[in-house]
């Protein structure tokens, strides 16, 4: 039999290893031990489903990651008001913003996804919000609610080079001035635009454009070194010079 016909036949044979019984228990049981790690975790599903009736508008889904953490998606016109209304709500009190971050996903039309990532003092819970945007897109600022998203929008701008609207000093913030382009951008090239070096005669530091340029070499791919030579192949002349040896001393 092929491979997927044995494939089927191990599979038949693994399902009918198992009783229904069987696997409603085990999933049962899992639940019942997510349950104990992560008391929280129903409150949190009812919560998030709390916040997408709140803001229909804004809110497009609402999930519980594999760490059991709440996660919403919203539309980018809904940052103000959806993260003003975890901060603010008397049963989210998100009043800590811990982090923002980005991920770059060139295929898609939104290619930018920023993540917000939230904690609950009061509650001792987290919530992660999602939205997205392109490059010419600007999202609104953070910094009129949380005063620590001023650095995180900066760092953001200058790895990505997604724009906040309202933010009071959207500079960059790790690499230096005059920098070309966003690092953190799929399409970035690894060696960059520039270069930097210092200059003895002119006593300061240079900017070049990269020059990744390469005299003209000759790689040899056959090592001059036998590593095994005891196992290397026989020239044919040779094996035909030994049987010629085996019948003369026959």
């Known amino acids: ?59 497009q889904d609402v999930r519980i990651t594999s760490s059991q953490e709440l996660e919403i998606l919203i539309h980018p016109e809904g940052i103000i008001p959806v993260m003003g ?15 923002i971050t980005a991920v770059d996903v060139p295929s898609r039309e939104y290619r930018f996804e920023l993540i917000y990532c939230l904690l609950s003092h009061h509650y001792n819970s987290r919530c992660i919000v999602k939205t997205y945007t392109d490059e010419l897109t600007p999202v609104d600022s953070l910094t009129p609610i949380y005063k620590a ?10 790895m990505y080079g997604v724009y906040f609207a309202g ?36 006593g300061r530091i240079v900017y070049e454009p990269v020059e990744v340029a390469q005299e003209f070499r000759r790689f040899e791919l056959d090592t001059p070194w036998e590593l095994f030579p005891k196992h290397r192949e026989t020239p044919a002349h040779l094996l035909e010079q030994g049987e010629e040896e085996v019948k003369e001393e026959k």
Do not use: C
């Open 1 to 59: 039999p092929s491979t997927r016909q044995q494939t089927k036949q191990w599979y038949q044979r693994r399902v009918r290893g198992f009783k229904t019984e069987d696997v409603v228990l085990r999933r049962e049981e899992r639940q019942a031990e997510i349950k104990e790690q992560y008391p929280d975790v129903g409150k949190l599903e009812r919560f998030g489903r709390y916040v997408a009736a709140i803001l229909p508008k804004y809110v």
């Open 85 to 99: 209304m975890l901060r603010d709500h008397t049963n989210a009190q998100f009043k800590s913003l811990m982090e």
């Open 149 to 158: 998203a001023d650095w995180g929008e900066r760092e953001v701008w200058d």
């Open 167 to 202: 933010h009071p000093d959207l500079r960059r913030i790790l690499t230096d001035y005059g920098f070309q382009g966003h690092p953190q951008r799929k399409d970035f090239p690894l060696t960059g635009y520039t270069e930097v070096r210092y200059d003895n005669e002119l």
